[in-house]
């Protein structure tokens, strides 16, 4: 039986096309047949606990500490220092374990949250602040030797390690293998576990991280050792673009939650009133709630790549305007409103970017306090403030002044009244502002085409973020002229031609282009291709001459 | 010539289907190249299908051909006002970018995003090469302009017209007849002999007519006139 832990042959890396993903049949799917399929007598789900899932009302006084991600900065090579010894198994992590599987297979999924989101959280508080957990290796005898257990265990152990200390090059290759072997086996559909939406959004969520932090990983070259580029020739089809995509894409199709949403809206289906949890019948919620979370993988995706028109398609089945399953953990409600306004930024719809935010902002002001205690604290604490900062973009590009509720709109004030006045004069300092927001504020774009591995080696992982910051200065260099006007407009209930164009300096002909630019940037168009008004104050001309 | 069009129907649905279904795949790479010149040919656009090129071209840098590229962008411009060409900026790499042909199409993209039709004329008629091989391009960006003017304007002078859609003379004369008849022109006469175009009543060029948007914007915001005293 071959372990998930150990790194395989490089010729076992073929750039995984959809069908390759969706037909999958290797040895580990025959292993997992064997694994976590209780019989018919198992116990189903504790019925009478509502909302397992969710992370709000969850209370543990223990937890004390929040931990944020460390800083790219190595730490060493992981797991060489102060002794660790992959093979120690304290007996608490033998509870731990023993315990896990016994609740994932009896599917107590109120049990099973509680120990992923709290206990585990605890242990490695106490004991792996520093170190990895366990191998799982070493852990496998406790557990049966139960293949998906273990690739649910090397999941976590991975994420650990990525939370709390710095993956080496091939750490990253091994955590790659272990995604395909986990994705592979939940695609194939021999899974029967229910599983804690919080724990399956964290899937989806890390698989894109750990994709993104490859990314940039592989574009700095200039200070590899030769080893670490030897590596990457080697595993040059891990985290390759084709194979994160085409496993998202899978597991959409292979869901099939499309068709599930399409059904849920005319009531042949229920799916958000149970959290995508299945109450009688007892099914694995696995590929599915994986199929529904991979739509905002896509789409973040996407907008790790520049395709922002795409990746809103993608989040398309999914409909914000309702509480549906994506806010049901807070991570997965933040993560989709955060990508879908910097899409609808960038795609100039500054009024649906604002609506979003406001409203994102508002829910996070009024329960963050239910989260302190939640290892996500940090990221919902960072994401809060760049979406602030977003929102604070577009109200200078797009003044508004009834969608801001005002609690909301004073937070807005106080971090950033003094950078909107800048932003709006358009001066020289006015684009710093912008520069300044937008980095801050922005995905960690990506170059997702493979190192050229020769000399002369350089870094290039901010190419692509440069080019997005780029482009996105020049689209507010072009409305530039037009807070000028909109202080005119809002002024004089009728003006001529003649005196506007001397009040702003410009010729006549100028004025005309700048009061069509006007129009134009103010009108966005929608994904039906409607005309959708943007502007506070608008205008018309009507020339006697 | 109903069968090649039977033929060429059937190949662009293929093409829709591999970008719905099977998006992030190299191998349908020549074949979203060979839409792009059907598209051209038959005056017709995909942004999905090419954007998917564009995402293709950026996993695969070796593979990427400027021609195709330049046809795609000004397919875009063509779009206009939807922002299809930022959209395809977004992501084509720098370097690719700084390629003269590609550089042209920008600076043609900033004269029509800033509503400076007179320069943009004069640009075109000066890269008339580059932009002669996607037909249709001359009559889709005159819709665009007609476009913003009507948002704009309630009563526009021949003048601004006629600069802005690069038509002048007896061409003018017929352009606006026929949207006189067709579009709800009027033909009205200005003081000192001038023409004056009155464009249709629309939601955007009178206040008046804007319906109620969800957000309840309140109609008094929206009622800053501008009549133009002589």
Redesign the interface.
């Known amino acids: 039986m071959s372990h998930p832990g150990r790194v395989h042959n490089p010729s076992r890396y073929v750039v995984p ?3 390759e993903v969706l037909s999958f049949t290797g040895s580990a799917v025959a292993e997992a047949a064997q694994s976590l399929i209780p019989s018919a007598s198992e116990t189903l789900i504790d019925r009478s606990v509502a909302r397992m899932a969710s992370s709000y009302d969850y209370d543990d006084a223990s937890l004390d500490s929040r931990y944020p991600r460390p800083p790219s900065a190595g730490q060493g090579s992981a797991g060489t220092d102060q002794g660790y010894d992959p093979n120690f198994v304290p007996d608490s992590v033998k509870t731990f374990v023993v315990h896990l599987y016994r609740h994932i297979r009896e599917k107590n999924v109120y049990e099973i949250h509680q120990m992923y989101d709290g206990s585990f959280q605890r242990l490695s508080d106490r004991m792996f602040r520093e170190c990895p957990w366990p191998s799982v290796e070493a852990i496998a005898p406790y557990v049966d030797n139960d293949h998906v257990f273990c690739l649910l265990y090397r999941e976590m152990w991975f994420r650990h390690l990525y939370a709390r200390l710095s993956p080496t090059g091939r750490q990253r290759v091994e955590s790659w293998d272990n995604y395909c072997s986990l994705f592979s086996v939940v695609l194939h559909g021999v899974v029967n576990m229910q599983l804690p939406n919080q724990w399956l959004w964290d899937m989806v969520d890390e698989f894109v991280y750990q994709f993104q932090s490859y990314c940039q990983y592989r574009a700095k070259l200039k200070n590899k050792t030769e080893e670490e580029l030897q590596l990457l020739r080697q595993y040059d089809q891990a985290w390759n ?2 194979g994160v ?2 496993y998202l ?1 899978a597991l959409v199709e292979k869901s099939a939650i499309t068709d599930v949403l399409e059904r849920e809206k005319e009531g042949l289906e229920q799916f958000t009133a149970t959290d995508g949890y299945d109450y009688e019948g007892g099914t694995s919620n696995v590929l599915k709630m994986l199929g529904y979370y991979s739509m905002i993988g896509l789409l973040r995706v996407h907008c790790l ?6 990746g809103l ?1 993608c989040l398309a089945p999914i409909d914000i305007s309702q509480q549906g399953v994506y806010n049901v953990v807070i991570g997965s409600h933040i993560s989709t409103i955060y990508h879908y306004g910097f899409a609808n930024l ?3 719809r500054y ?1 649906e970017a604002i ?1 979003e935010f406001n409203k994102i902002l508002l829910y996070i002001l009024k329960y963050k306090q239910y989260h302190q205690k939640s290892p996500q604290y940090d990221q919902i604490l960072k994401k809060n403030e760049q979406m602030y900062a977003l929102l604070a973009i577009c109200l200078s590009l797009c003044p508004q ?3 801001v509720e005002e609690n909301v709109n004073s937070q807005l004030r106080d971090k950033y009244n003094e950078k909107m006045t800048k932003m709006l004069r358009y001066d020289d300092e006015a684009y710093a502002v912008y520069d300044e927001l937008f980095t801050y504020a922005c995905p960690k774009f990506i170059t ?2 493979a190192p050229v591995l020769e000399e002369p080696l350089t870094n290039y992982n901010q ?1 692509a973020y ?3 910051l ?2 996105f200065l020049y ?1 507010v260099k ?1 409305q530039q002229l037009l807070s000028g006007v909109r202080s005119f ?2 002024l ?6 003649g005196k506007l164009a001397a009040y702003m300096e410009v010729d006549e ?1 100028t004025l ?6 006007y ?3 103010m ?1 966005a ?1 929608d994904g039906d ?1 409607k ?1 959708i ?1 943007n502007a ?10 | 010539m109903g069968r090649d069009q039977q033929q060429q129907q059937q190949a662009a649905y293929t093409v829709e289907q591999l970008v719905a279904v099977n998006p992030y795949n190299p191998d349908i790479l020549t074949d979203l190249e060979n839409y792009v010149n059907e598209q051209v040919s038959s005056q017709t656009y995909s942004l999905d299908a090419n954007l998917c090129l564009l995402r293709l071209y950026q996993f695969e840098p070796g593979r990427i051909s400027i021609p195709i590229v330049v046809r795609i962008l000004i397919k875009a411009l063509m779009a206009m006002p939807a922002p299809d060409f930022s959209l395809c900026l977004f992501l084509i790499p720098e370097q690719v970018q700084m390629e003269e042909q590609i550089k042209t199409l920008i600076v043609l993209s900033h004269y029509l995003e800033t509503a400076r039709f007179r320069q943009f004329w004069e640009e075109a008629a000066k890269n008339r090469s580059t932009l002669e091989v996607v037909p249709g391009f001359e009559q889709a960006i005159q819709a665009y302009a007609i476009h913003v003017l009507s948002l704009t304007y309630q009563k526009v002078p021949r003048p601004v017209i006629a600069e802005a859609i690069n038509i002048e003379g007896l061409s003018l004369d017929k352009f606006l007849e026929y949207h006189v008849a067709n579009s709800g022109w009027v033909l009205e006469k200005g003081h000192s002999r001038s023409q004056l175009m009155v464009l249709p009543r629309n939601e955007f060029n009178h206040p008046e007519l804007k319906k109620n948007t969800v957000d309840g914007m309140p109609f008094e915001h929206v009622t800053r006139i501008f009549p133009i005293l002589s």
Not at chain 1, 536 to 545: A, G, H, P, Q, R
């Open positions: 096309s959809l069908d673009v084709y995509l085409n894409q790549l520049g395709d922002y028109h795409t398609k960038m795609l100039r009024v609506r002044n009834n969608l997702p085409s190419d440069r080019l997005q780029k482009l689209e072009q407009l809002k004089y209930s009728t003006i001529s031609i002909p005309r282009t700048i009061l069509m630019t129009k134009h940037k009108h168009i291709g005309i008004p506070d104050v608008d205008f018309y001309i009507s020339e006697n001459l």
